[in-house]
């Protein structure tokens, strides 16, 4: 993880982002069927590393994210 949040600048505040929208909805807990934190990491920094269309904005990284995940 220390790897890919020196690639990815905008990893921390998207995972926050998203961590508080889970936690809003109830699923934020892995045993009850929700996504912890390290997989919310490994699923962002997966998403950061792909094609080079990611944006450095985060309100752009967001929506992208959301759009192809959510």
């Not at 220390?2 to 892995?30: C, M, T, Y």
């Not at 490994?42 to 994210?65: H, K, M, T, Y």
Request: aromatic share 6%; with cysteine; proline share 4%.
């Amino acid at each position: 993880m220390r790897g890919a949040l020196a690639r990815h600048a905008q990893l921390a505040a998207l995972a926050a982002v998203l961590k508080v929208l889970l936690s809003q909805r109830g699923l934020h807990e892995p045993y009850t069927g929700g996504l912890g934190s390290t997989k919310l990491y490994v699923l962002l920094a997966l998403w950061l590393d792909g094609p080079p269309r990611r944006s450095g904005d985060l309100g752009q990284c967001l929506r992208g994210f959301l759009l192809e995940h959510g």
